[in-house]
């Protein structure tokens, strides 16, 4: 599951051993109004077409599958640039929570690929705008709004200890200063999972399987 905004093109350079593994990927879909992110969750579970799937989510795409192993038998979850907890949310995003500071965030800027790039990503993109257009999908403010909204008030106090969590270093979104117990990707950003796929695709068949 990618991240806020991002397509499934994140994972293109992902390669799984294809005698283990079959890997399937989901998209984000525009979510109805009023919608809660469990029940946004609960619909994404629809898209499962196999028992025990290992459950894999980027940043937001990371709290989804979360919430989605609530509605099913999962095998794994593993989470990578993303959260386990509302406490792992940095100091900023608390502020947002309590003030909704966030919903003076311009989203109808939705076309505006750099604003975009910093909102999924984390980052000012100045370079590479193609590639970065290439990733970023949706582009509809009340997504957006949804979206960010969601991850505010995310309220998980706590998590199930199975959950496998992969981190980068330099996360600029989630800083690791926040995060608990977590493989720690050195020098990884919040990007890595494009950037690093050397290092994934290392690593994760043996993530996986342990």
Not at 123 to 135: D, F, V
Request: overall charge neutral; glycine content about 4%.
């Amino acid at each position: 599951m990618p991240g806020m905004a991002a397509s499934s093109e994140i994972f293109k350079n992902i390669r799984l051993p294809e005698d283990r593994f079959e890997m399937h990927l989901l998209e984000w879909f525009i979510p109805e109004r009023g919608i809660t992110f469990d029940a946004y969750a609960a619909k994404m579970c629809s898209f499962i077409k196999h028992k025990n799937a290992v459950l894999i989510g980027v940043s937001l795409g990371g709290l989804l599958v979360q919430e989605m192993a609530k509605h099913m038998e999962a095998d794994k979850v593993i989470i990578i640039s993303s959260i386990k907890q509302k406490s792992e949310l940095p100091k900023r995003l608390l502020f947002a929570k309590y003030t909704s500071i966030h919903k003076l965030l311009p989203t109808g800027l939705v076309n505006n690929v750099e604003l975009l790039a910093k909102y999924a990503f984390g980052e000012m993109i100045t370079k590479r705008l193609e590639l970065y257009e290439e990733y970023l999908s949706i582009r509809d403010k009340y997504y957006l709004d949804w979206c960010i909204d969601n991850l505010v008030h995310w309220n998980q106090s706590s998590y199930d200890s199975r959950i496998v969590h992969i981190h980068g270093e330099k996360d600029a979104v989630f800083p690791i200063q926040y995060i608990e117990n977590c493989h720690i990707v050195p020098k990884g950003t919040h990007t890595m999972i494009i950037h690093r796929f050397k290092w994934f695709n290392e690593r994760l068949p043996t993530i996986i399987l342990e």
